[in-house]
C-alpha cells in the first residue's frame, strides 16, 4: 500500500490549476521521476475537473487509484494511491486536508490568481499515512484484534492437545490398571495352588 501524490487543485475553470501538491517518487528510477511527476500532475488536472463539488469519487488506472472530493468552494482534493491502499483511509485524509487547506487559506487568497501556495502540510501526511494502519485509528484497531485473534486460536489449539495428551495418558493409566488387576488375580491363582499346610 503506497500513496504517491496528495493534491490541492482549483477546479472551477479547465484546465484545473494545481494550488498545491506533494509526490512520493522514490520507487521510480531518476530517469523516470520527471514523467511519472507529470503524469501524476496531468491525471489529477483530469479527475479534478471531472470531480462536481460535493462528490466523492475513485478512478482506477492501469496499477492507480485516484481518489478525488470535490468542494463547493471550488477547490478539489486528490490523492493518488496504489490498488491495495484503502479508499475510506485516503477519503478521510482528503477531507483532513482539504479542511486544513481552506482554513489556512480563504477563497479569496486564491480564487482569482493561478499561483502556488506552500502547504508544507502535505509532505507530513504523505509519509504519515504512508502506512494506513497507523494513520486510521479503525484499521489500527482491527489489525491489533486479528493479531489477539491469531494468539486466542493458538492458545486454544494448544489447550486442545494437552487436552489429547491428558487423554491418552488416562487411557494408558487404565490400560495399566486393567493389566495390573489382571497380573494381580493370575499371580493369586499361582499362588493359590501352593500353598503350604
Given at each position: 500500500?503506497?500513496?504517491?501524490?496528495?493534491?490541492?487543485?482549483?477546479?472551477?475553470d479547465?484546465?484545473?490549476?494545481?494550488?498545491?501538491?506533494?509526490?512520493?517518487?522514490?520507487?521510480?528510477?531518476r530517469?523516470?521521476?520527471?514523467?511519472?511527476?507529470?503524469?501524476?500532475?496531468?491525471?489529477?488536472?483530469?479527475?479534478?475537473?471531472?470531480?462536481?463539488?460535493?462528490?466523492?469519487?475513485?478512478?482506477?488506472?492501469?496499477?492507480?487509484?485516484?481518489?478525488?472530493?470535490?468542494?463547493?468552494?471550488g477547490?478539489?482534493?486528490?490523492?493518488i494511491?496504489?490498488?491495495d491502499?484503502?479508499?475510506?483511509?485516503?477519503?478521510?485524509?482528503?477531507?483532513k486536508?482539504?479542511?486544513?487547506?481552506?482554513?489556512?487559506?480563504?477563497?479569496?487568497?486564491?480564487?482569482?490568481?493561478?499561483?502556488?501556495?506552500p502547504?508544507?502540510?502535505?509532505?507530513?501526511?504523505?509519509?504519515?499515512y504512508q502506512?494506513?494502519?497507523?494513520?486510521?485509528?479503525?484499521?489500527?484497531?482491527?489489525?491489533?484484534?486479528?493479531?489477539?485473534?491469531?494468539v486466542l486460536?493458538?492458545?486454544?489449539?494448544s489447550?486442545?492437545?494437552?487436552?489429547?495428551?491428558?487423554?491418552?495418558?488416562?487411557?494408558?493409566?487404565?490400560?495399566?490398571?486393567?493389566?495390573s488387576?489382571?497380573?494381580?488375580?493370575q499371580?493369586?491363582?499361582?499362588?493359590?495352588?501352593?500353598?503350604?499346610?
Open positions: 500500500m503506497k500513496l504517491y501524490y496528495i493534491g490541492i487543485l482549483k477546479n472551477e479547465k484546465p484545473a490549476f494545481e494550488l498545491c501538491s506533494e509526490k512520493e517518487l522514490s520507487s521510480y528510477s530517469f523516470t521521476k520527471a514523467n511519472y511527476s507529470e503524469f501524476m500532475t496531468v491525471f489529477a488536472k483530469t479527475v479534478a475537473e471531472r470531480t462536481k463539488p460535493g462528490q466523492r469519487q475513485d478512478v482506477e488506472e492501469q496499477s492507480s487509484t485516484f481518489h478525488a472530493y470535490g468542494r463547493s468552494e477547490i478539489a482534493g486528490i490523492i494511491s496504489d490498488n491502499y484503502p479508499a475510506l483511509v485516503a477519503h478521510q485524509l482528503l477531507s486536508v482539504v479542511d486544513e487547506f481552506l482554513a489556512k487559506y480563504p477563497r479569496a487568497k486564491w480564487a482569482t490568481s493561478d499561483v502556488q501556495l502547504f508544507p502540510e502535505l509532505k507530513e501526511y504523505i509519509i504519515k502506512d494506513p494502519a497507523q494513520a486510521d485509528s479503525i484499521l489500527k484497531i482491527q489489525k491489533e484484534l486479528d493479531e489477539t485473534k491469531i486460536h493458538k492458545t486454544i489449539e489447550v486442545l492437545e494437552r487436552g489429547e495428551k491428558i487423554d491418552t495418558l488416562v487411557a494408558k493409566s487404565d490400560g495399566l490398571s486393567a493389566q488387576k489382571m497380573f494381580y488375580t499371580a493369586k491363582k499361582q499362588n493359590s495352588c501352593c500353598v503350604l499346610m
